[in-house]
C-alpha cells in the first residue's frame, strides 16, 4: 500500500505501531537533514555529488587523506554541533513507551543517542570517534580534528559548501596538508566509520538481525536503502512475512516488497502518529 498524505500516512502508522507491539526501527539520512545535515542521495536515490570516500582509497592514499582532512576541516563541525529534530526526539519517547525496540541506524552522526535513545545500533560506525588502523588505539574525533587546525592554519580561513556525513565542497591541491598520525604508533588514524567497499562488523550485523527477529515488524525511516548494509534487514522482514515499512520522500530499494509505503514528510507524520497514539491511550478503558 502506498500513501502520500501525511494524515494518512500517521493514521496507518498509528495502526501498525498499535497492531504489532514493538516494531525495530532503521533510519536513515533523511532523519537528520532537519537537523542540518545534508543528505548524499535525491529523492530518486542517485547520488547529488561525487560518492564518497572508498576504504581502500582512503588506505592506500595519502593524498586521498590529504584531501579528505582538508575536507573534513570545515564538514565535520555541523555533525558535531548538529541537534536532536523532533523525529529524533519522537522515537525516543516510543522507545521509552515499548511501541518500538531497538534502533538500527546508517547515520554516524549520534543524534539518536543525543536525543536519550537507549537502545541504538551505529551500523556505519560513529563519526565523532577515531581509531587508528595500526595500533586499534581509540581516540575523540574533536582531538584529530584540533590537531589539524593547528597544523593547517591556512586552511582554516576557507568557507566552503557543507556536505553529507562531515564532508565539504572544497576542491584543489591539497599536498600541502599536514595530516596528524596516531600519538601512539605514529599509525593512520581513521575516523570510526564503516567507509564504502568496507565491512559491518559481523556481530554488529548479527545483534540488529536478531533484534528485528524478535521484534513485530521494521520501521525504516529516511532511507533509500540502496546499500546492502541496510537493505538486508527489509529482505529479512519480508522473508519472515514481518510488516515492512517505509517512510521515505522518494524511491527506496524495498518499494517493490514494502507492505507499506509512506512518501510523506518525516516530522509532520510521525508527530500526527504521536498524537494519535496519546489519543488512542487516553481513551482506552482501565
Known amino acids: 500500500m502506498h500513501i502520500n498524505d501525511v494524515a494518512q500516512a500517521s493514521a496507518a502508522l498509528h495502526e501498525l ?24 542521495r535525491d529523492h530518486k536515490g542517485a547520488w547529488k ?13 595519502n593524498q586521498a587523506r590529504q584531501r579528505y582532512w582538508a575536507r573534513s576541516l570545515h564538514g565535520w563541525p555541523r555533525l558535531y554541533y548538529a541537534k536532536p529534530n523532533a523525529a529524533h526526539q519522537l522515537l525516543t519517547q516510543w522507545q521509552a513507551q515499548g511501541l518500538i525496540g531497538t534502533i538500527i541506524t546508517q547515520n554516524v552522526d549520534g543524534l539518536h543517542q543525543r536525543a536519550g535513545s537507549n537502545d541504538v ?32 592554519p591556512s586552511y582554516a580561513s576557507l568557507s566552503p559548501q557543507v556536505g553529507p556525513d562531515g564532508d565539504a565542497f572544497l576542491e584543489g591541491d591539497f599536498s600541502d596538508f599536514h595530516v596528524p598520525s596516531c600519538l601512539h ?20 550485523v548479527e545483534r540488529a538481525q ?15 536503502l540502496m546499500v546492502f548494509s541496510g537493505f ?5 522482514a519480508q522473508q519472515a512475512a514481518k510488516p515492512l515499512a517505509l ?3 522518494g524511491t527506496t530499494r524495498a518499494d517493490s516488497i514494502a507492505s507499506l509505503k509512506l512518501v510523506a514528510a518525516i516530522i509532520p507524520t510521525l508527530s500526527n502518529t504521536d498524537a494519535l497514539t496519546r489519543i488512542a491511550q487516553a481513551t482506552t478503558p482501565n
Request: aromatic share 6%; hydrophobic share 35%.
Open 232 to 236: 538486508r534487514f527489509a529482505r529479512q
Open 185 to 204: 604508533c605514529s599509525g593512520v588514524l581513521k575516523p570510526y566509520v564503516v567507509y564504502f567497499g568496507d565491512n559491518v562488523p559481523r556481530p554488529r
Open 49 to 61: 555529488s561525487a560518492p564518497p570516500m572508498q576504504h581502500r582509497e582512503y588506505m592506500a592514499s
Open 121 to 152: 545500533i551505529n551500523l556505519h560506525g560513529d563519526a565523532n570517534s577515531m581509531i587508528c588502523m595500526d595500533c586499534g588505539q581509540r581516540s575523540p574525533r574533536l582531538d584529530m580534528h584540533e590537531r589539524c587546525l593547528t597544523l593547517n
Open 17 to 40: 505501531l498499535s497492531s504489532e507491539g514493538p516494531l525495530t526501527v532503521l533510519t536513515g539520512a533523511g532523519i537528520s537533514t532537519d537537523s542540518g545535515i545534508p543528505a548524499y
Open 210 to 224: 536478531q533484534a528485528l527477529e524478535n521484534s513485530g515488524g521494521l520501521l525504516v525511516i529516511g532511507s533509500s
Open 247 to 249: 517512510l521515505n520522500f
